[in-house]
């Protein structure tokens, strides 16, 4: 068997590649919604190689040869050494200082650790002249997050994001443009929303001195519990939809899976009332992975449903119809017809490509990580800026706190305004 | 991916057994998204998508496995390939891909009830200029932009063939990583990876089941055959029952063209195609190989039933296992006598076991395969 010219040199590669690239620019396919190529090079750097340090790293690396990851950071070896094997070329270390003082070329750096090491981190990094992307929640305590907003502000030209992704998911923008033109009415009824993940929270430390610092989920001193952690990732999205923020919360949650000593509840609810008495029902747990991650708006004309990857719109019988419906996609759900949210759905439409659509081609974390880099290249402001990562995380710690103790919480506008 | 994964894990502390067991699941979890040849928002469909018009960046692990996938496809004779997605749909081994760029499926009749006659219907299909109109061949990877194109119109690739296993190789090191010494992890039942030995043995037994479609049956000591010998082949084996075989450190799968089948001219056919001539392969009912990564395992078991020989250059080192009623069992490596043992496991009062399962999305589930059994 003959075998085969696989080895093209680079020249002939990328020859034949703007061959396809032309063919490409004639035939707009298939994929609005790639990034377009940021205008130069970039180096960046990761900070805690943790699950999300890793999904961050792999996600970056899908977004082109324009973004180069030149260092990874983590105080963990045996995760420092699997990020190194993940990142050919990157430099490892152990300490985030000796990182920002060693490559200045690293222009943007991106933070993953422990929620409550984010702030000094930021400070660090900020105060180093460097973007900065921080996981959400941004900190354990209001003070801290309110540290983090003023750095932000003062940081001169410096960008920072938080990393609440809802802003720059590109179904949930389409589905903000439908609630915002009241295709579900004109305000909403209820607002329910769910992180339900079956998993014991455990991070496994191969040394018993670092258990602690490796489960600080689990660490009631520093853990803003299932509220915080996953709420506020989601809380954003429902000040992103509402355009306010709740003026209380109460909570509550147990143990119901996990009795395995730990003090944090696997299993958690709080519902946080806006001015206006709209409601928002949120629950979560670690015992049950029913229907996963989503959040549903209702309004007295339909539903809005989103699941991070997909988007649908529920019409209630006497909502008007309008013209673009009859080309939609559907999907059924037991009784109920929804029409599926589809970003660039015209573009692809003109494609004959609509049903394909369906659902994001990338990580939802792609967008964020993509928006990020897009504004550091333009200058332009984050899509989710320290100010509303502050009030995302706020809340989320008000709503542990009202777990904790069961009873309700006051929300001073005051506390979500640095 | 669309099976079912498990993995059972030894050691001395529950909580930090299922913590490392849980991120070694979200790994398995993550790559069955990435690798998905059915799901809309996959690597893998973006690269069918896109790899035929300009070339596609991606990450170094999937560049690594893509990079492997093309050694394994020299290596074997183009036994393995990764592109015969086209033929698999053309013989109704597989469902039209949704979104799918098309490629011979939307050039050549849909044939799920009615198969092509024979493979020049498919090369008369605007071949490429190796004058086929799918291939390894068809693949060009750079390493320098780290990036994949394809060089001829509707090239796709599918790696169900061998995605299970470089995910269970990927979920492995994170163990390792994680501290884990004692685990058998496996998926679908067809592909495995042993980390270490259980408690008091010299290897985790897993049975190669015996006769096509006929789950293996309790090995008797009786049909041990003597192992001091040195014989090649001597490892404990049954015709009607299996071999059970013994693993260290390694990785076993196993293929078989049974699963899934069509009727064709009054004859029913298996899902394994040759990709050298676009015929579904005849010969073998079972194949299996030993390896040190699953990922190889996996490639090696399906080109093994599908050369229905052992490669006279292949490696000692890696193990092979093929069945068929006329010639009976084919064994060879010199690495397999070594790894059949009687040892029986036994854990120890203060070990842990914990079992943990996950279910990747079912969608385009592949074909059912032949399981492999822990040994009794």
């Not at chain 1, 970056?60 to 993940?86: E, H």
């Not at chain 1, 147990?254 to 519902?271: N, P, V």
């Not at chain 2, 074997?76 to 979104?99: K, S, V």
């Amino acid at each position: 068997m003959n075998k085969p010219d696989r080895s093209l040199d680079r020249r002939t590669f990328l020859q034949t590649a703007t061959g396809g690239l032309a063919a490409f620019a004639i035939s707009p396919l298939i994929d609005p919604l790639a990034a377009a190529p940021l205008s130069r090079a970039m180096n960046v750097a990761v900070i805690g190689i943790g699950r999300q340090g890793r999904a961050i790293m792999s996600e970056l690396q899908k977004i082109g040869s324009d973004v180069t990851i030149a260092a990874i950071c983590d105080t963990d070896d045996s995760r420092l050494q699997a990020g190194l094997r993940r990142a050919p070329g990157a430099e490892g270390f152990a300490d985030h200082r000796a990182l920002l003082d060693a490559k200045k070329e690293v222009s943007a750096v991106f933070i993953s650790t422990p929620t409550h090491l984010h702030k000094q981190i930021a400070l660090d990094a900020l105060s180093a002249g460097r973007h900065v992307y921080c996981e959400c929640p941004l900190a354990h305590t209001i003070e801290d997050c309110a540290e983090i907003v003023r750095a932000a502000r003062s940081a001169g030209g410096a960008i920072f994001q938080t990393g609440a992704q809802g802003r720059a998911n590109p179904v949930y923008r389409l589905a903000w443009s439908f609630a915002r033109s009241r295709s579900i009415g004109d305000s909403y009824v209820m607002v329910r929303a769910q992180n339900f993940q079956k998993n014991s929270w455990r991070t496994p430390a191969n040394d018993p001195a670092r258990e602690k610092a490796l489960n600080w989920r689990l660490d009631p001193e520093v853990s803003i519990g299932l509220l915080g952690e996953n709420g506020a990732q989601q809380f954003d999205v429902v000040h992103y939809y509402v355009d306010k923020y709740p003026v209380k919360v109460r909570g509550g949650g147990s143990i119901k899976l996990w009795d395995d000593g730990r003090e944090t509840y696997d299993t958690a609810w709080c519902d946080l009332v806006f001015d206006d008495g709209l409601i928002f029902q949120y629950q979560t747990s670690l015992a049950n992975s029913y229907e996963d991650v989503f959040e549903q708006f209702h309004g007295s004309l339909g539903t809005i449903k989103l699941t991070w990857s997909h988007g649908w719109l529920f019409k209630e019988a006497d909502a008007p119809t309008q013209g673009w419906e009859v080309y939609a996609n559907r999907q059924q759900f037991h009784n109920e017809e929804g029409i599926t949210l589809i970003a660039d759905a015209t573009k692809l439409a003109a494609q004959g490509k609509l049903k394909e659509g369906v659902g994001l081609p990338n990580d939802p974390l792609y967008y964020a990580l993509e928006s990020f880099l897009r504004s550091v290249d333009e200058g332009s402001p984050p899509v989710c800026s320290a100010d509303e990562g502050m009030r995302a995380t706020v809340v989320g710690i008000l709503a542990h706190q009202a777990a904790v103790k069961s009873e309700e919480i006051a929300i001073d506008p005051a506390i979500l305004n640095v | 991916m669309g099976t079912r994964f498990e993995m059972v894990l030894a050691g001395a502390d529950e909580s930090h057994l299922r913590a490392a067991g849980e991120e070694a699941i979200a790994e398995i979890e993550l790559w069955h998204r990435r690798l998905n040849y059915f799901a809309p928002d996959s690597l893998v469909r973006r690269i069918n998508t896109l790899a035929s018009s300009h070339p596609v960046a991606i990450d170094p692990e999937t560049f690594a496995l893509l990079t492997r996938c093309v050694e394994l496809h020299d290596a074997t004779g183009g036994a393995f390939d990764i592109t015969i997605a086209p033929l698999m749909r053309t013989w109704g081994f597989r469902p039209l891909a949704p979104g799918s760029a098309g490629g011979l499926n939307e050039r050549v009749r849909d044939s799920r009830d009615h198969p092509p006659a024979d493979f020049g219907e498919l090369s008369r299909v605007e071949p490429g200029a190796n004058g086929r109109a799918f291939g390894t061949e068809h693949v060009q990877l750079d390493a320098a932009s780290r990036a994949i194109r394809f060089t001829h119109p509707g090239i796709e690739i599918d790696l169900g063939g061998i995605a299970k296993g470089f995910a269970l190789d990927r979920a492995a090191t994170l163990l390792r990583d994680n501290g884990i010494t004692c685990a058998l992890l496996h998926g679908g039942t067809s592909s495995v990876v042993a980390i270490g030995a259980p408690p008091g043995s010299e290897g985790w037994m897993v049975r190669v089941p015996g006769a096509m479609g006929k789950p293996g049956l309790p090995v008797d000591a009786s049909d041990l055959p003597d192992q001091s010998t040195g014989k090649r082949g001597a490892c404990p084996w049954h015709p009607e029952r299996g071999i059970d075989v013994s693993l260290r450190d390694e990785s076993l799968s196993i293929s078989a063209p049974h699963g899934r089948t069509v009727e064709h001219n009054g004859e029913t056919l298996g899902h394994i195609i040759d990709p050298r001539t676009g015929a579904t392969a005849r010969g073998a009912d079972l194949a299996a190989a030993v390896c040190d990564s699953a990922t190889d395992a996996e490639a090696w078991s399906t080109a093994l039933l599908v050369l229905n020989d052992r490669p006279a250059n292949l490696s000692d080192e890696i193990a092979s296992i093929l069945y068929d009623a006329s010639q009976g069992w084919r064994i060879g490596g010199t690495g397999l006598q070594a790894r059949a043992t009687r040892a029986q496991p036994t854990m120890p009062a203060n070990h842990t076991e914990l079992e943990l399962r996950a279910t990747t999305d079912p969608a385009g589930e592949s074909a059912p395969r032949p399981t492999m059994e822990a040994c009794p």
